[in-house]
């Protein structure tokens, strides 16, 4: 999510607003839990790992109606449950099963709590849970559906997943995707992955889609509306999937053939994309942002559209979003406080590009923010360790100093070890992490190891530091001091 599109979303709220139709538990009382995530204390949820989501959603035509859903979760228990605590609000829970016996819930927080039949689930079992349930899309605008002029679409970055379905709503626990979308016949669902299948039934049709990779929660995207989805070949014959509003399809053509260009860039400076499939899903809704949703990254309609932006500043926002399906989705931060490795390096292919394409050099981009780097710190916290969003403003945590800030820590390590082996380290990370969780800690120690020297030092000061360390190789530069607070 580009830096010059940050949305404003709403706190965690303080009362459930998940609307139960069963009993309640029995004592002792449930409590909300999280997984210890400093920057959101109640994401997540300890105790198992997510293996399977299988999400269905039936959608009757209004976009301001609860659709109805069910949820199958298969998870492993990786210790003794006597709960189970998944993520979720916003929505009409009506029955729950575990392992095919139905189970008692209730809410704690933003928590579905779960009370097995039959007692305690064993550490190392298997849990298979399917929740019957309705999803609102009467948000208040911070995040999970997303109301477009003639259907939905998901924006759930960074803790509303759990606002659409249930789930272990944390990117510590990605997992397989399955989605079934039933909506009537004169609209298109689309989801991340591949579509696998298709089935009309009366006045509906019936998607059914599937990734072949594991995903983050926040990455989960779903749309439904008067669509059209076009196709093109990629490189080495990757399928690329444009889902655009059918009236726009002609009018946005120039900017959708650029994408298998974008993609081969990327690939020659990081190597092969990671995932089964890509294209642009452009919502004709004022979102405020653009977001990289597994394999169907979302956009404003608007970025398109807008005079006012000269075409190497959306070509560079597309390279932005795409770059996050290396960095942010195959490999996805164990902790909210990794996010500069997301943003840093989509904003810093974002500038590359630029540089290449539209002679807008980077060292001139990175020295501005430099310039700038001591303020954002002071606001913000360093780029590894941002300092908790304001109640409220849980979408504050992307700030400028995780956007040009930490590519400006990215620039200064091309600096300090050298252009070949920073190409070196940007292809064994997203190599050797792909799939996969990682921290700051497994990045500092990777780009050492290719370094051949500690650069531990280095990255205490650029990461951590309350001041910006002097840039190598520009010593004249300079950083001006935090405005005083009046």
């Excluded at 199958?72 to 228990?77: E, L």
């Excluded at 979720?88 to 779960?114: C, K, M, P, W, Y």
């Excluded at 800030?405 to 050298?418: D, K, N, P, T």
Aim: contains cysteine.
């Amino acid at each position: 999510m580009p830096l010059t599109s940050r949305r404003l979303r709403g706190a965690l709220l303080a009362a459930a607003s998940v609307t139960l139709v069963a009993a309640a538990l029995p004592v002792p009382e449930p409590v909300p839990l999280g997984i210890g995530d400093p920057l959101y204390p109640h994401l997540g949820n300890p105790g198992y790992d997510v293996l399977t989501y299988d999400i269905a959603f039936t959608y009757g035509g209004s976009n301001n109606k609860p659709l109805d859903a069910v949820t199958k979760i298969d998870a492993r228990a990786t210790e003794r449950l006597e709960r189970i605590n998944l993520d979720f609000t916003r929505g009409a829970v009506r029955t729950v099963q575990v392992n095919g016996r139905s189970a008692e819930f209730a809410t704690a927080g933003e928590d579905l709590v779960i009370a097995p039949a039959g007692g305690a689930i064993a550490a190392g079992a298997p849990m298979s849970i399917t929740i019957s349930h309705t999803s609102d899309p009467k948000g208040k605008g911070d995040g999970g559906w997303v109301r477009t002029e003639d259907g939905l679409a998901m924006a759930n970055q960074a803790d509303a997943a759990h606002r659409v379905f249930p789930c272990n709503d944390h990117p510590a626990d990605k997992a397989y995707f399955t989605f079934r979308i039933t909506a009537p016949a004169e609209l298109t669902a689309v989801a991340n992955g591949l579509l696998t299948a298709k089935a009309r039934v009366g006045s509906t049709n019936t998607w059914l889609y599937q990734i072949r990779h594991p995903m983050a929660t926040e990455l989960a995207q779903v749309s439904i509306g008067k669509s059209s989805v076009l196709h093109r070949q990629g490189p080495h014959g990757l399928p690329v999937r444009d889902v655009v509003p059918t009236a726009d399809r002609d009018s946005l053509q120039p900017w959708l053939k650029k994408t298998p260009g974008h993609i081969e860039w990327m690939e020659s400076k990081v190597g092969p994309y990671p995932f089964e499939n890509y294209g642009l899903l452009v919502a004709a809704a004022d979102t405020g942002f653009e977001l990289e949703t597994q394999t169907l990254s979302l956009f404003e309609r608007s970025l398109f559209t807008r005079p006012e932006f000269p075409e190497w500043y959306v070509d560079s926002i597309m390279v932005h979003e795409l770059a996050h399906q290396w960095f942010g989705n195959s490999v996805t931060p164990r902790r909210w406080s990794d996010l500069w490795l997301n943003e840093g390096h989509a904003t810093w292919y974002e500038a590359l590009y630029a540089e290449e394409h539209a002679k807008r050099p980077v060292e001139e981009r990175m020295r501005h923010a430099y310039t700038q780097s001591d303020a954002w710190r002071a606001a913000g916290g360093p780029p590894a360790a941002p300092a908790p969003s304001e109640p409220g403003r849980q979408i504050g945590l992307f700030r400028p100093v995780v956007y040009d800030g930490s590519a400006l820590v990215l620039y200064a390590l091309r600096q300090e070890i050298g252009k070949s082996a920073f190409e070196r380290l940007e292809r064994h990370w997203v190599a050797e992490h792909r799939d996969a969780t990682a921290t700051t800690a497994d990045f500092t120690q990777l780009a050492s190891r290719v370094a051949g020297r500690d650069l531990s030092g280095f990255f205490k000061a650029w990461l951590y530091g309350r001041k910006t360390p002097k840039m190598p190789g520009h010593a004249d530069w300079r950083s001006a001091a935090p405005e005083a607070k009046p």
